[in-house]
């Protein structure tokens, strides 16, 4: 879906925050490729964190993501004139966090939660649909969140019944 009121290019901080740096523009798979960067990055990240903090600075980074990002995907979908551009990522990034709280960073749990958040944001189970139609960059990243709170009730489900060690 295009607007043609696209004229003026985003900001250059706006088009890093909102293709994550880049990842966004990677082919196939995009937001995959957002998702699994972020996997990676906090997988390493999470190694200098103490066990008993980590939980709180993801929750902190995804805060941050989701107050970042929904002012860069604004811009630079209302720039592009397209309503959610496929190299905008940084709503994956924010998804994908919510789906790594408190799990341990070990290969299995980090693939499952990878898994379950790229599940739920392709299928967008109720209300993740209904929530895409919330304007502009708001849209973009708070569908992201909702598939990534699914992923961390699930995740957490089978962390705490055993079923994923």
């Not at 929904?70 to 905008?88: L, S």
């Not at 290969?107 to 499952?112: F, I």
Request: glycine share 8%; charged share 15%; hydrophobic share 60%.
């Amino acid at each position: 879906m295009t607007d043609s009121k696209a004229t003026v290019p985003p900001r250059l901080w706006a088009t890093l925050i909102a293709t994550f740096f880049g990842i966004g523009h990677l082919r196939p798979g995009p937001g995959t490729c957002g998702s699994a960067a972020t996997v990676l990055l906090w997988a390493a990240l999470a190694h200098f964190i103490p066990p008993a903090m980590r939980a709180l600075v993801v929750i902190a980074l995804a805060i941050i993501v989701i107050l970042i990002g929904i002012p860069a995907a604004t811009e630079v979908a209302r720039a592009t004139g397209n309503k959610d551009p496929q190299f905008v990522v940084i709503d994956e990034v924010a998804g994908q966090l919510i789906a790594l709280i408190a799990i341990p960073i070990a290969w299995k749990p980090l693939l499952a939660g990878f898994m379950l958040f790229r599940m739920f944001d392709i299928l967008k189970p109720p209300p993740v649909r209904q929530l895409e139609k919330l304007p502009a960059g708001t849209g973009i990243v708070l569908d992201d969140v909702a598939a990534g709170i699914y992923a961390l009730v699930v995740m957490q489900f089978l962390l705490r019944s055993s079923l994923l060690k």
